[in-house]
């Protein structure tokens, strides 16, 4: 047993991180990463279309009306299970691949089992779209996929679990943040995809099962994507900026915060609802408490920023890194508002939930991900650089533009609809007032999309340009500016 | 600047302290409450919420997973030179870095000086 947090002397192969090449007894299995992270890419274009096509339904223009498969409410479904496993769960996949080795300075537990995961998970992605598309939805939020996907992705999720476990537990001494946050997540996404996917299908009915769908939706995207973006960002912001974390202690406090009032966050989704009222209450106060938590991550964050502020200018990850965390703060204040009985009464079930939906899961976990591939993926794909430059800066202002025009619509429209409603207008005019919204949502949602496009244009060029000129192992200092782009 | 280190871990240490006064202590209350609630709906003095007490004994059971952890960790001795494994982290992540050739030509010593501790 290793102590990890002695500095090592000798160095294992990383496995050709830069050149990607193979070869045994390598640290990191940089073929994998790649085929996550283009895999995740796929899914981001397959489900940003998907949105792209059910925005259109809002706007009384389907073109694809009267065909059972596309159906507006199936691609909604293959749109939202897209972005939350396609995308993000297939990034962070290839993420770990990165992280828990030379976290660890071990291998995953088996190279084997990695890919049997990888195509397992992709195996299961496109069983839930055709499923999705064939109408084999189950009734239940973030739960739709088919019910026979279940077990299987269950049984993905706990091998996922080992196979990182394995590196983790070898290692002994303090633990660095980041260690903290990825076992945690690996434990709490079992448990949660099993609660949500079970009990409510096989053990509970009526608003016992409709709070464990609460529980389920919050513990979701706060005990499964939440603390993967969080450990990725206390990995990744030091190693670029080259300094560490402005205060480790802090951290933890972050994340012991994290990890006992999340879970009681969960009947937020369901205020007003015949769950007694000191649940609904719990679920309040514990939601505001949470912010306080994101506020220590954040203090941090630009705590650690401080004196090396040029590199939002020249580092593109860092700028998509911190871009995403002023989204983090801003949702997360506006969440502070939002999960009030106050405004519950006006904008729950209206765009405002939409728009903080988008927010907080493209312009926050999104944004870090793509910040992510352009700081990884020319290591991983064996290249010295990216194919242009300029194509990143174009990628990043058309996204952070649109997606800012499309919080902020959806949220003013969300407000609208609320107060008309509050007001009983009748349902027709309330749809004419929100319609003007809804075009402004596809508007910048296809500008969105092209920026994809951009990007994966870019990675498309960088793969078939030309491979790195020295070997794996002897990358000039010169191709990190690949990724630091002046 | 090493003469602003005293400084820098002062500021540190105080920030721990205001989050951990400031949200720890009001959550633990609330927490207690909670707790109270629950055992009140559980012994039956209120018939309003039974059918509430598994989605929240599932809360429970995680919480329970958590303490151990935290038990764990406290007695293992995690906690006690906290800001270390930044240090060990960056050198780690230099090293491998620098083995594969690609070199950190901004690295500043004055950030990162060895395993030294700020605590
Ligand atoms: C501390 C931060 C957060 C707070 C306080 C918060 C609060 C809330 C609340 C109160 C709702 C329900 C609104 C309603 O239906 O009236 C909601 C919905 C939602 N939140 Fe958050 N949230 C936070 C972070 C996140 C994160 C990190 C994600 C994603 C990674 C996320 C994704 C969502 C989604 C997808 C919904 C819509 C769920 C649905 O389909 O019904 N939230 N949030
Ligand atoms: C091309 C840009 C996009 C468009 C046009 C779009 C459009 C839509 C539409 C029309 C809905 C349904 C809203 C409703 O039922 O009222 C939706 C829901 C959702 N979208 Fe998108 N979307 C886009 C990109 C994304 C991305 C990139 C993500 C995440 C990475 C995302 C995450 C979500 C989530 C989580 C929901 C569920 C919200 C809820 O239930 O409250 N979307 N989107």
């Known amino acids: 047993m290793a102590d990890t947090t002695a500095t090592p002397t000798t160095m294992p192969a990383v496995g050709g991180g830069s050149g990607g090449q193979g070869g045994d007894g390598k640290l990191v299995e940089t073929t994998l990463v790649k085929w996550h992270f283009l895999m995740g890419i796929a899914f981001l274009l397959v489900s940003m279309l998907a949105g792209l096509l059910y925005s259109m339904q809002f706007l009384q223009h389907y073109p694809l009306k009267g065909i059972a498969i596309f159906s507006p409410g199936r691609w909604r479904f293959v749109h939202t299970n897209g972005v939350a496993?396609?995308?993000?769960?297939?990034?962070?996949?290839?993420?770990?691949?990165?992280?828990?080795?030379?976290?660890?300075?071990?291998?995953?537990?088996?190279?084997?089992?990695?890919?049997?995961?990888?195509?397992?998970?992709?195996?299961?992605?496109?069983?839930?779209?055709v499923g999705l598309l064939l109408g084999e939805a189950q009734a239940l939020e973030w739960g739709e996929t088919p019910v026979w996907i279940d077990p299987v992705a269950l049984l993905g999720l706990i091998l996922v679990a080992i196979n990182f476990f394995v590196p983790m537990m070898k290692t002994t001494g303090p633990m660095y943040v980041t260690m903290w946050y990825f076992m945690a997540a690996f434990v709490w996404t079992v448990l949660v995809y099993a609660m949500g996917n079970f009990l409510p299908e096989y053990h509970m009915n009526g608003v016992a099962a409709g709070a464990i769908g609460g529980l389920f939706i919050h513990d979701l995207v706060g005990l499964f994507v939440t603390p993967l973006?969080?450990?990725?960002?206390?990995?990744?912001?030091?190693?670029?900026?080259?300094?560490?974390?402005?205060?480790?202690?802090?951290?933890?406090?972050?994340?012991?915060?994290?990890?006992?009032?999340?879970?009681?966050?969960?009947?937020?989704?369901?205020?007003?609802?015949?769950?007694?009222?000191?649940?609904?209450?719990?679920?309040?106060?514990?939601?505001?408490?949470?912010?306080?938590?994101?506020?220590?991550?954040?203090?941090?964050?630009?705590?650690?920023?401080?004196?090396?502020?040029?590199?939002?200018?020249?580092?593109?990850?860092?700028?998509?890194?911190?871009?995403?965390?002023?989204?983090?703060?801003?949702?997360?204040?506006?969440?502070?508002?939002?999960?009030?009985?106050?405004?519950?009464?006006?904008?729950?079930?209206?765009?405002?939930?939409?728009?903080?939906?988008?927010?907080?899961?493209?312009?926050?976990?999104?944004?870090?991900?793509?910040?992510?591939?352009?700081?990884?993926?020319?290591?991983?794909?064996?290249?010295?650089?990216?194919?242009?430059?300029?194509?990143?800066?174009?990628?990043?202002?058309?996204?952070?533009?649109?997606?800012?025009?499309?919080?902020?619509?959806?949220?003013?429209?969300?407000?609208?609809q609320g107060y008309m409603w509050r007001d009983?207008?009748?349902?027709?005019?309330?749809?004419?007032?929100?319609?003007?919204?809804?075009?402004?949502?596809?508007?910048?949602?296809?500008?969105?999309?092209?920026?994809?496009?951009?990007?994966?244009?870019?990675?498309?060029?960088?793969?078939?340009?030309?491979?790195?000129?020295?070997?794996?192992?002897?990358?000039?200092?010169?191709?990190?500016?690949?990724?630091?782009?002046? | 600047m090493p003469a602003a280190a005293p400084d820098k871990d002062r500021a540190q240490r105080i920030t721990l302290i205001v989050f951990l006064v400031v949200f720890l202590l009001p959550a633990a209350v609330g927490f207690a409450i909670k707790l109270y609630e629950f055992m009140a709906v559980a012994n039956g003095a209120t018939s309003e919420g039974t059918f509430m007490l598994v989605p929240v004994l599932n809360y429970f059971i995680v919480f329970m997973g958590m303490l151990c952890m935290l038990a764990w960790a406290t007695t293992n001795g995690m906690f006690r030179d906290i800001e270390k494994p930044k240090f060990d982290m960056l050198e780690r992540e230099r090293q491998l870095d620098e083995s594969e050739g690609v070199l950190w030509d901004v690295f500043s010593s004055d950030n990162h000086s060895s395993n030294k501790s700020t605590d």
């Not at chain 1, 537990?109 to 069983?127: D, K, P």
């Not at chain 1, 949602?445 to 000129?469: E, H, P, S, W």
């Open chain 1, 85 to 129: 496993y396609g995308f993000i769960a297939n990034v962070f996949l290839g993420m770990l691949h990165w992280v828990v080795p030379r976290l660890t300075l071990r291998p995953v537990a088996s190279r084997a089992l990695s890919y049997f995961i990888f195509f397992t998970w992709q195996g299961v992605l496109v069983a839930t779209v």
């Open chain 1, 229 to 416: 973006g969080w450990g990725m960002m206390y990995y990744f912001v030091p190693i670029i900026l080259r300094k560490p974390i402005w205060s480790h202690g802090l951290s933890l406090v972050g994340f012991w915060g994290l990890a006992f009032f999340y879970p009681l966050n969960g009947i937020h989704h369901f205020l007003y609802t015949p769950i007694p009222m000191f649940l609904q209450y719990g679920a309040v106060i514990s939601t505001i408490a949470v912010e306080l938590v994101v506020t220590t991550v954040i203090v941090n964050f630009f705590m650690t920023l401080r004196g090396s502020g040029d590199q939002l200018r020249t580092s593109i990850p860092i700028r998509w890194f911190y871009t995403g965390m002023v989204f983090y703060f801003t949702t997360c204040l506006q969440c502070a508002f939002q999960t009030t009985l106050t405004f519950q009464k006006i904008i729950h079930f209206t765009d405002w939930v939409v728009g903080h939906a988008h927010l907080v899961m493209f312009g926050v976990f999104g944004f870090w991900l793509l910040g992510l591939m352009v700081y990884l993926l020319p290591r991983v794909m064996g290249r010295d650089r990216w194919y242009s430059e300029s194509l990143h800066e174009w990628h990043y202002w058309i996204t952070a533009i649109s997606m800012l025009i499309m919080f902020f619509d959806l949220t003013i429209a969300g407000l609208i």
């Open chain 1, 424 to 486: 009983l207008a009748p349902w027709e005019e309330t749809l004419r007032a929100s319609a003007p919204f809804w075009l402004v949502r596809s508007i910048s949602g296809t500008a969105m999309i092209f920026a994809q496009f951009i990007f994966a244009y870019n990675v498309l060029m960088t793969l078939i340009g030309k491979r790195a000129k020295q070997p794996a192992g002897e990358v000039s200092p010169a191709s990190q500016e690949g990724y630091a782009t002046a």
